[in-house]
Nanobody
Framework: QVQLVESGGGLVQAGDSLRLSCAAS????????MGWFRQAPGKEREFVAA????????HYADSLKGRFTISRDNTKNTVYLQMNSLKPEDTAVYYC????WGTGSAIALDYNYWGQGTQVTVSS
């Protein structure tokens, strides 16, 4: 089992950048593919990005390519989400998730463990 704790959210202005972090407990972090999802008020949770166990493979929601970057540091048991050129429509609670099967899926149901989320608010 792995526990996930997100941090780095906050209130920013449009055009600003933020870097979210997700720290994982346990010594098996490198055995999980990791993903970031987000959920805005009144909307369903949506896929943001995923990264393979090694960090060599990543994929993104088409609408976010070029602005968001996912990365991981297996020595620190941490996955990151760098968000640039933020827009008001990026406002949401951002969640990290761990996939023990290592698929790095874009489907939330494929993930086994979730963090509690961190709020990102982008003002116009």
């Amino acid at each position: 089992q792995v526990q996930l704790v997100e941090s780095g959210g906050g209130l920013v202005q449009a055009g600003d950048s933020l870097r979210l972090s997700c720290a994982a407990s346990g010594r098996t972090f490198c055995s999980y593919a990791m993903g970031w999802f987000r959920q805005a008020p009144g909307k369903e949770r949506e896929f943001v990005a995923a990264i393979s166990r090694s960090g060599l493979s990543t994929h993104y929601a088409d609408s976010l390519k070029g602005r968001f970057t996912i990365s991981r540091d297996n020595t620190k048991n941490t996955v990151y989400l760098q968000m640039n050129s933020l827009k008001p429509e990026d406002t949401a609670v951002y969640y990290c998730a761990a996939d023990k099967w290592g698929t790095g899926s874009a489907i939330a149901l494929d993930y086994n463990y979730w963090g509690q989320g961190t709020q990102v608010t982008v003002s116009s």
